[in-house]
């Protein structure tokens, strides 16, 4: 067979991480090469560069026997390689024809244009009117246009970014149809994807990144899934983790229980319970449903069905100002999005969410806010000049500690924190998770999601493993390790 | 380890803040300049405050009649109505909307105001109603905003016409005029005191009402919780509700102040003017967003101050002041208004872009 694309020696290094360390293996042409691994191992930063979107530092890429720079995606678009992304990048007020031929304006006979995007959307068995808007269309239509895209530019490479995240099961053997289809008209296809069954369905060859590192390609009948599992997690990582001592906590008070939760595509029949003075983590992988549970559980969306309760009293929040009342407090996933506030300074980001204590008849006193916010930096070892200097100018360590500061403000009962340490460096890391297990100590009880499965192996004292937006699994004591964990989480 | 690896991250950061006077002294001279200049700018209304002095300065060498005291405090007098709805614009804009029916509510409410008292209703109720009226619109622009998510771009310029449309239709585009003779009430001498008498003889009614509405205003958005929280939504909507702020009330209030203030401008306007057509301030709302924005009011929300809206409302009033003593024609006026607007801003990204 001959090598369509060949990676060699490639690095890519970011501040405080290497995303690749070394990384050279072959894909074949036409056939269906699977990439798996972790969160964070290193597949979607491989594919970015084989797209042009971030270059390599060191290392180089051979494609079709040539050595290549790909300096942008439309260089790589101009050779022949698309890729399908994970988030559709789609303009959703153009029609379905004029997205197929974004970028490519010099042709104008629109009767021409129509006809042959159809021709290729049937080609794909895919029955969508060329002239629909794309925002008409479900989440797997618009998958299907985007691939469309791809093969209407003559792709020899189609590279797909977790494609079957957001599809339903139906959806999927759809999609996987089409690729056969592509493999057999001779396209070359990369497969990014979490789910190791639908990777064990589809692919011809595996491929293994752990941590940046290049495990080894298996072709897809000569390995089993459990081995994969295992190359994912890496054997060392195992005995060095689950020294934590996991104490059971269901001889504490009940705090929190939660009754079949259910919300649309999301999440169902999610049920668990939460005791005083425990660190309960929730894994699950990018799209399984995690943050929009919590987001459920604090008030911002509202449940479809199931029933919260909080020291044995209903709590179905419909605002996070009534579940703030009530001893919650959340540390979001994207802290710039939804938790900061980056055109105030520091005391007026702390001082947020606890307006009785700062200004109880409507009128802030100022001492308040400022003792409480120094009060606070101290307390957490903020890094700041003054408590006015402006939040957009620190780490993001000191960032997401204002933001824990915010919620201690509110002196709350439950911590619901989403990725609380997503994009940031390990010294911070490490004194964010001392503030975690000092808050427990001190009583309060913690709901902690985490696509990091470290983080919730060396951090929780119970572990629920969430997939497709159920819960599968409750893991405690001996029966944690990062191979049980992510058993659950990849595959039925 | 990780304490020591902390540290040295931290390091960099630290060492910065405490040196930095340090390293203005023994820094280039040029670069010392420049970084008390940008020091300075950091205080968001010294920009606008410089503008105003120059503008001043020059005014006062270029026309004999600009720097006194009545002329001055004529200035005033003629932004008081302006400013008093600048105020209310500048907390909605800082909450991340905008208003553009103030200048038709603001004729609307003296028509009503103007008609009641001449259909033999009492002074005071009369303008009680008119208030009610301007907030009942600031109500609704506020409710079709939030719980109807109508952006209110789309939603002021609806209330705009519906306003002006009911200002026309209830006078029948008929000037109203209120005197001796057609307002029966004896308070009509108080009532024409509002808008026409003089403090001491010599300040305008008018502007202590803009001054005591600045002052208010300073004090609902930089002292209380609402101004705080107004500042936290217009930053970051998604963020303030998460942390328990109740985004929708927030605006609401912001547009029903903007109502009641432009009730307010327009009950004075009727005292000054003791008459009233529906066509009344026409076109204002675009004076006014100037006047906020000259102010270093953000568009994007979350950014902005009562004393930079009352500075940018200055500006505005001593450019025309200054450009009619010069005898600049009104069409050069506007030309000049909106250049004005367009260096305020061009000012204030420039300056941003430094401080980040």
């Known amino acids: ?492 | 380890m990780v304490d020591k690896e902390n540290n040295q991250a931290l390091f960099p950061e630290t060492v910065e803040a405490l040196h930095e006077p340090g390293q203005q002294r023994f820094g280039k001279k040029q670069s010392v300049s420049k970084k008390v200049l940008v020091e300075m700018f950091r205080i968001r209304e010294i920009g606008v405050l410089m503008a105003l002095i120059v503008l001043l300065i020059l005014f006062s060498f270029l026309s004999p009649y600009f720097f006194s005291v009545n002329n001055l405090l004529n200035v005033v007098r003629q932004v008081s109505l302006l400013g008093i709805i600048a105020m209310g614009m500048t907390m909605i804009i800082v909450s991340g909307e905008i208003d553009l029916s103030v200048g038709a509510v603001y004729g609307l409410a003296a028509v009503v105001a103007g008609m009641l008292m001449t259909n033999g209703v009492s002074i005071l109720l009369s303008l009680i109603f008119a208030l009610v009226a301007g907030m009942g619109f600031g109500l609704i622009n506020g409710m079709l905003v939030t719980y109807a998510r109508i952006p209110a771009l789309i939603v002021t310029l609806g209330t705009l016409n519906v306003a002006r449309g009911a200002a026309l239709i209830a006078s029948k585009a008929q000037v109203i005029a209120t005197s001796h003779r057609t307002v029966a009430d004896p308070a009509i001498n108080t009532f024409l005191f509002i808008g026409q008498g003089k403090l001491f003889g010599i300040i305008p009614m008018m502007s202590i009402f803009l001054v005591i509405t600045a002052v208010v205003s300073y004090f609902i958005f930089s002292k209380t919780i609402l101004g705080f929280h107004m500042r936290a939504v217009g930053g970051n909507k998604i963020a303030a509700r998460a942390s328990g702020i109740n985004v929708m009330m927030i605006k609401i209030v912001a547009f029903v102040i903007t109502g009641f203030l432009c009730a307010l401008a327009g009950i004075l306007n009727l005292s000054f003017l003791a008459n009233v057509q529906g066509t009344v301030g026409y076109g204002l709302e675009l004076d006014v967003i100037a006047a906020v924005i000259i102010g270093g009011t953000s568009m994007s929300g979350g950014e902005g101050t009562i004393l930079g809206t009352t500075i940018g409302v200055l500006i505005m009033g001593v450019l025309r002041n200054g450009l009619i003593l010069l005898g600049v024609s009104p069409f050069w006026q506007i030309l000049i208004i909106g250049l004005v607007i367009i260096g305020a801003v061009g000012l204030d990204t420039w300056t941003s872009k430094q401080s980040a």
């Open chain 1, 1 to 492: 067979m001959e090598d369509m694309v060949v990676f060699k020696n490639i690095t890519k290094k970011y501040p405080g991480v290497v995303a690749l360390d070394d990384v050279s293996f072959s894909i074949q042409k036409g056939e269906i090469h699977a990439i798996v691994g972790e969160n964070g191992a290193g597949k979607s930063t491989l594919m970015h560069i084989l797209g042009g979107e971030i270059q390599p530092d060191g290392g180089e890429i051979i494609y079709k026997g040539k050595p290549v720079v790909i300096s942008d995606p439309h260089a790589a678009r101009l050779m022949g390689i698309s890729i399908v992304y994970q988030e559709l990048k789609l303009c959703p007020n153009l029609s379905v024809v004029e997205n197929i031929n974004l970028g490519r304006e010099k042709r104008t006979n629109w009767k021409e244009m129509c006809q042959e995007c159809s021709q290729v959307l049937q080609s794909l068995g895919a029955h969508i009117n060329p002239r629909s808007l794309v925002k008409n269309l479900s989440i797997a239509e618009q998958q299907m246009v985007e691939i469309a895209k791809a093969i209407s530019l003559q792709s020899e490479v189609l590279i797909l970014d977790e494609p079957n995240s957001a599809l339903t099961i139906n959806e999927t053997e759809k999609l996987f149809r089409n690729l056969l289809n592509l493999k057999a008209q001779g396209v070359t296809i990369i497969f990014i994807s979490h789910r190791l069954e639908e990777v064990f369905k589809i692919s011809d060859r595996i491929s293994v990144l752990r941590d940046g590192k290049y495990l080894g390609t298996f072709p897809t009948g000569e390995i089993t899934i459990d081995q994969v599992v295992t190359l994912i997690a890496g054997k060392k990582l195992v005995s060095e983790l689950s020294q934590k001592t996991r104490r059971n906590m269901e001889g504490n008070r009940l705090v929190l229980e939660a009754k079949n939760l259910g919300r649309g595509r999301y999440f169902k029949d999610v049920s668990f319970q939460l005791y005083e003075k425990e660190i309960l983590g929730i894994y699950g992988l990018q799209g399984s449903g995690r943050t929009e549970l919590l987001e459920s559980i604090f008030g911002i969306t509202r449940l479809d069905q199931g029933e919260i309760f909080l020291f044995g009293k209903k709590a179905n929040f419909t605002s996070p100002k009534q579940a703030i009342k009530n001893g919650f407090a959340m540390v979001p996933e994207d802290r710039r999005k939804t938790g900061l506030f980056s055109n105030l300074d520091v005391k007026d980001n702390i001082n947020m969410s606890n307006p009785e204590e700062i200004a109880p008849i409507g009128v802030i006193r100022k001492k308040k806010v400022v003792d409480i916010a120094k009060k606070l930096v101290q307390s957490l070892s903020i890094k700041v000049g003054s408590v006015s200097q402006m939040v957009k100018n620190l780490s993001g360590g000191n960032q997401q500690k204002v933001i824990i500061s915010r919620w201690l403000a509110t002196h709350p009962k439950i911590f619901l924190v989403d990725e609380l340490t997503r994009g940031i460096d390990v010294g911070a890391k490490a004194e964010i998770y001392r503030i975690l297990q000092r808050l427990r100590n001190e009583g309060l009880s913690i709901l902690l999601v985490s696509s990091e499965l470290q983080e919730v192996l060396a951090e929780c004292d119970r572990i629920l493993v969430m997939r497709n937006g159920t819960l599968v699994a409750n893991l405690f004591g001996e029966q944690v390790d990062k191979e049980t964990v992510l058993k659950y989480a990849l595959k039925g």
